[in-house]
Nanobody, 121 residues
């Protein structure tokens, strides 16, 4: 059973920083692209950042220059460093990954349970 587990959310003041982590566990043959999404109250879930196996990254315009996505392929972990946080960054943040489970030939899409990030004074 493959699982994604996020950690690192919390309450932070505007201008502050947080670092989110997401680890993939279980019987895994390989991991393709890894992404972070977020969903604010009453809003759609949107992609924040993505990173390929080789390290190519992509960011939503709203977070460019403030957020940095990175990954540790050895430990099947993806990170999101969030700096200069704004109240509008408040949301539940979800980890997402395309994973090939051990023994299966195709990629499957997995989601974490989400972690709350609240930016408020």
């Amino acid at each position: 059973q493959v699982q994604l587990v996020e950690s690192g959310g919390g309450l932070v003041q505007p201008g502050g920083s947080l670092r989110l982590s997401c680890g993939a566990s279980g019987s895994i043959s390989g991991i393709n692209v890894m992404r972070w999404y977020r969903q604010g109250a009453g809003k759609e879930r949107v992609m924040v950042a993505s990173i390929t196996t080789s390290g190519s990254t992509n960011y939503a315009d709203s977070v460019k220059g403030r957020f940095t996505i990175s990954r540790d392929n050895t430990n099947n972990t993806v990170f999101l460093q969030m700096n200069s946080l704004k109240p509008e960054d408040t949301a539940v943040y979800y980890c997402n990954a395309l994973i090939i489970p051990l023994g299966l030939p195709t990629l499957r899409n997995y989601w974490g349970q989400g972690t709350q990030v609240t930016v408020s004074s």
